[in-house]
């Protein structure tokens, strides 16, 4: 069997870096460890010998002064390899989740959402929507196949529905209100490009994206999502001062707050570990305070709106 010491080390392998680097106090925790007991978990490298998991108690080692021990990782999927050895004992909080999410992707941008969903444990409607951000910014390739959870090759996106046909006469409305309700009826099921279109024509038009939304019947941020993606600019919203950074901001918490009220329901708080309990109540409690503090600001922007 080869010994491999600290000095046949030639770098870090990019799957080291998935998952956070530990804060100075648990190292330091670890290093303790360490010094009392060994490092019980060898450092795993490459056969090229890169780093591939154990950054932290490679760390440790060196405070706790004790000599590293390394193993070598013979099988194929080191990536997978890494994620395996942290994901159930790292305890990553959302922002740290869709931060790992974006790293696979960018590393796996091929596999589909339901496949990288199972390996991290998380939502595939949370992955879809980090994946969508990230080639909304041209960060990662918009593929038009996908690997599946069994290595099977599957579109990116499932065939679009046919639009239905439009009446070659307008609808007629019995009021005057229904004019509308009868307009937005004849657009339904439009494909996003097509809804594109219209956007950049009602934009050039000096249109806002409210005023926009209503007329082709979608919703205004649905509306300021489409120009985002397809870089159609809507001068209307910016002469009204509407800070685009803060509104994709607010709808990417929104679209994580929608995954986290359809996921919540499903935890059974009976086979909750008891010992991690406080640690998710306290980070609850203070995601919650934060979105109380947003809560308010947006009651009293839509008070001081009327």
Same mark, same amino acid.
């Given at each position: 069997?080869?010994?491999?010491?600290?000095?046949?080390?030639?770098?870090? %392998?990019?799957?080291?870096?998935?998952?956070? $680097?530990?804060?100075?106090?648990?190292?330091? $925790? /670890?290093?303790?460890?360490?010094?009392?007991?060994?490092?019980?978990?060898?450092?795993?490298?490459?056969?090229?010998?890169? +780093?591939?998991?154990?950054?932290?108690?490679?760390?440790?080692?060196?405070?706790?002064?004790?000599?590293?021990?390394?193993?070598?990782?013979?099988?194929?999927?080191?990536?997978?390899?890494?994620?395996? *050895?942290?994901?159930?004992?790292? %305890?990553?909080?959302?922002?740290?989740? &869709?931060?790992?999410?974006? !790293? +696979?992707?960018?590393?796996?941008?091929?596999?589909?959402?339901?496949?990288?969903?199972?390996?991290?444990?998380?939502?595939?409607?949370? @992955?879809?929507?980090?994946?969508?951000? #990230?080639?909304? &910014?041209?960060?990662?390739?918009?593929?038009?196949?996908?690997?599946?959870? #069994?290595?099977?090759?599957?579109?990116?996106?499932?065939?679009?529905?046919?639009?239905?046909?439009?009446?070659?006469?307008?609808?007629?409305?019995? %009021?005057?209100?229904?004019?509308?309700?009868? %307009?937005?009826?004849?657009?339904?099921?439009?494909?996003?490009?097509? &809804?594109?279109?219209?956007?950049?024509?009602?934009?050039?038009?000096?249109?806002?994206?409210?005023?926009?939304?209503?007329?082709?019947?979608?919703?205004?941020?649905?509306?300021? &999502?489409?120009?985002?993606?397809?870089?159609?600019?809507?001068?209307?919203?910016?002469?009204?001062?509407?800070?685009?950074?803060?509104?994709?901001?607010?709808?990417?918490?929104?679209?994580? /707050?929608? @995954?986290?009220? *359809?996921?919540?329901?499903?935890?059974?708080?009976?086979?909750?570990?008891?010992?991690?309990?406080?640690?998710?109540?306290?980070?609850?409690?203070?995601?919650? !305070?934060?979105?109380?503090?947003?809560?308010? $600001? #947006?009651?009293?922007?839509?008070?001081?709106?009327?």
């Amino acid at each position: 069997m080869t010994v491999i010491r600290e000095e046949d080390i030639t770098g870090i %392998h990019e799957a080291a870096d998935l998952f956070p $680097e530990m804060g100075e106090e648990e190292i330091a $925790e /670890l290093a303790d460890d360490i010094r009392r007991n060994g490092l019980l978990v060898p450092i795993l490298v490459t056969q090229d010998r890169k +780093l591939l998991d154990g950054r932290n108690r490679m760390t440790a080692t060196t405070i706790a002064d004790v000599e590293p021990k390394f193993v070598e990782y013979t099988g194929d999927d080191p990536v997978g390899a890494v994620i395996s *050895m942290n994901i159930r004992r790292r %305890h990553l909080n959302n922002k740290q989740k &869709r931060e790992l999410i974006e !790293k +696979l992707l960018r590393m796996r941008s091929d596999k589909s959402n339901k496949a990288i969903a199972d390996q991290l444990q998380v939502d595939d409607k949370t @992955v879809a929507s980090v994946r969508a951000d #990230l080639e909304g &910014r041209s960060e990662i390739p918009n593929a038009d196949t996908r690997t599946d959870t #069994l290595g099977r090759q599957q579109p990116a996106s499932k065939p679009e529905r046919p639009t239905p046909a439009e009446p070659e006469e307008p609808i007629e409305a019995e %009021h005057p209100g229904d004019a509308l309700a009868a %307009h937005v009826a004849q657009r339904r099921g439009m494909p996003a490009a097509a &809804r594109a279109v219209q956007i950049e024509e009602l934009a050039k038009a000096g249109k806002d994206s409210k005023t926009i939304g209503t007329e082709i019947g979608i919703a205004p941020d649905r509306v300021r &999502r489409l120009a985002r993606e397809n870089a159609i600019p809507i001068p209307a919203d910016q002469r009204k001062g509407i800070d685009q950074e803060s509104v994709r901001i607010m709808e990417k918490t929104v679209d994580t /707050l929608d @995954v986290l009220t *359809m996921d919540l329901p499903q935890i059974n708080f009976n086979r909750l570990p008891k010992e991690e309990i406080p640690h998710w109540s306290s980070t609850m409690k203070a995601a919650l !305070k934060e979105i109380g503090k947003v809560d308010r $600001e #947006l009651a009293a922007r839509a008070k001081g709106s009327k």
